[in-house]
C-alpha cells in the first residue's frame, strides 16, 4: 500500500509568498493530522480531521495559517504570507479509527522561508 | 495526556540490544503506551504499542511494568539503521465517533546511536 504522500518535499520561498503544501493520505484512513517539526519546538500537532471535517485546530499559529480537505484523499495547509519564522518541516499523517488508530506519517515537506 | 520522562540520548553496540526506558508516572487507565521513532529526515515511524501487557513485533518488544509507571522498548539486534530518535508516547484511547481523538503528543525522545 502506497503511504502517505506529501508535496513538494522541499520548497523554497520569499517571505510574503503564498505557499501551499499537499497530502495525500492513506486509502481508507479517516482521520489526517498536520504537523510542524522545527528545532526549537520539536513536533507540533497544527490540525487534525476526521471524515474531512476538522476536529481540532487548536495548534494552528495564527490566522496566517489556513487548512482544507475537500475531500477524502487531499489536504492542503497553507501558508500566507509566509514569514521566516515558518520554516520547518511539515508532516501530514493519516490513521483510522478502530485498527488500533496508528498513525502513519508522510516524509515531510521541508520548507525554508527567506 | 501523561507526560513522559525519556534519557535525552543513549549508546548501544551494533549486533547488541537496545533498551530505551521511559517513564510515565501519572499514566491512566485509558492511556496506551506507544512508541515512534524518527530517522535523520525522514517522517516518524511507527513501531509498537500497548496497554498494560507486553508486546512483540517484528520490529520491537514493548516491556511494561505491572503499575504502568514505566515501560522499556527493546530492539534485541539493534543496527546501524536503527540509529534514531526515539519517542515513548502516552496517548488516550480514541472516543468512539472521533470527538475526543488521542492526539499523539511528541516529546524530545531519546537519541540512540548505534556504533559499530
Known amino acids: 500500500d502506497a503511504g502517505v504522500i506529501q508535496s513538494p518535499r522541499h520548497e523554497v520561498t520569499e517571505m510574503g509568498q503564498e505557499v501551499t503544501l499537499r497530502c495525500k493520505p492513506i486509502?481508507?484512513?479517516?482521520?489526517l493530522f498536520w504537523y510542524r517539526q522545527t528545532m526549537m519546538r520539536g513536533l507540533e500537532l497544527l490540525i487534525y480531521?476526521?471524515?474531512?471535517?476538522?476536529?481540532?485546530d487548536s495548534g494552528m499559529p495564527e490566522d496566517r495559517f489556513s487548512a482544507k480537505m475537500p475531500n477524502a484523499s487531499f489536504s492542503t495547509l497553507k501558508i500566507q504570507p509566509s514569514e521566516p519564522r515558518d520554516s520547518a518541516v511539515y508532516f501530514c499523517?493519516?490513521?483510522?479509527?478502530?485498527?488500533?488508530?496508528?498513525?502513519?506519517f508522510g516524509e515531510g515537506s521541508w520548507l525554508t522561508v527567506v | 495526556d501523561a507526560k513522559t520522562t525519556q534519557p535525552p540520548s543513549m549508546d548501544c553496540a551494533e549486533g547488541r540490544a537496545a533498551n530505551l526506558p521511559c517513564n510515565h508516572s501519572?499514566?491512566?487507565?485509558?492511556?496506551?503506551v506507544y512508541w515512534y521513532r524518527q530517522i535523520h529526515s525522514q517522517g516518524p515511524q511507527y513501531i509498537i504499542h500497548?496497554?498494560?501487557n507486553n508486546e512483540t513485533n517484528e520490529m520491537a518488544s514493548l516491556i511494561i511494568t505491572e503499575d504502568r509507571k514505566s515501560s522499556t522498548l527493546i530492539l534485541p539486534h539493534a543496527t546501524l539503521r536503527d540509529t534514531a530518535v526515539y519517542y515513548c508516547?502516552?496517548?488516550?484511547?480514541?472516543?468512539?465517533?472521533?470527538?475526543?481523538?488521542?492526539?499523539?503528543?511528541f516529546g524530545q525522545g531519546t537519541i540512540l546511536t548505534v556504533h559499530p
Open positions: 480531521f476526521n471524515n474531512n471535517v476538522p476536529i481540532d
Open positions: 501519572t499514566i491512566s487507565g485509558n492511556e496506551y
Open positions: 500497548g496497554l498494560k
Open positions: 486509502s481508507g484512513h479517516d482521520y
Open positions: 499523517a493519516s490513521s483510522r479509527q478502530g485498527r488500533g488508530n496508528t498513525i502513519y
Open positions: 508516547i502516552v496517548r488516550a484511547r480514541a472516543n468512539a465517533g472521533g470527538t475526543s481523538y488521542g492526539k499523539l503528543t
